[in-house]
């Protein structure tokens, strides 16, 4: 499976992007997904993620009310959506996809290590 995010880019503070990743072969087959960042001179960072069935999202503090991460019932396509971007916010960002089985179908996955997938990073910077 590889994974393609696309839809990062410049914008002020207050802005609002969707990113999309979308996987080759045109299914995810992944039994959960979910997104990380990472900021210039910082770890990488967990920001948010869905479980396998679709019914449980859980989000990093700081993009809690601002950010929502979806999937199509296709499976072909996970979006996050950002709103009221911050400079706090400036990262590349990450979609991952998990194929090992799932403890249950509503868990959700928060560590690197619980994908096997990741793509390629999507640049998005904030400006004030």
């Known amino acids: 499976v590889q994974l393609q995010a696309s839809g990062g880019g410049s914008v002020q503070a207050g802005d609002s992007l969707r990113l999309s990743c979308t996987a080759s072969?045109?299914?995810?087959?992944?039994?959960?997904q979910g997104w990380f960042r990472q900021a210039p001179g910082k770890e990488r960072e967990f920001v948010a993620a869905?479980?396998?069935?679709?019914?449980?999202?859980s989000y990093v503090n700081s993009v809690k009310g601002r950010f929502v991460i979806s999937r199509d019932n296709a499976k072909t396509t996970v979006a996050l959506q950002m709103n009221s971007l911050t400079p706090e916010d400036t990262a590349v960002y990450y979609c991952?996809?998990?194929?090992?089985?799932?403890?249950?179908?509503?868990?959700?996955?928060?560590?690197?290590?619980?994908?096997?997938?990741w793509g390629q990073g999507t640049q998005v910077t904030v400006s004030s």
């Open positions: 991952v996809g998990r194929v090992r089985a799932v403890t249950y179908w509503s868990r959700i996955y928060k560590a690197a290590a619980d994908y096997d997938y």
């Open positions: 072969g045109g299914t995810f087959g992944t039994r959960a």
């Open positions: 869905m479980s396998k069935d679709g019914g449980t999202a």
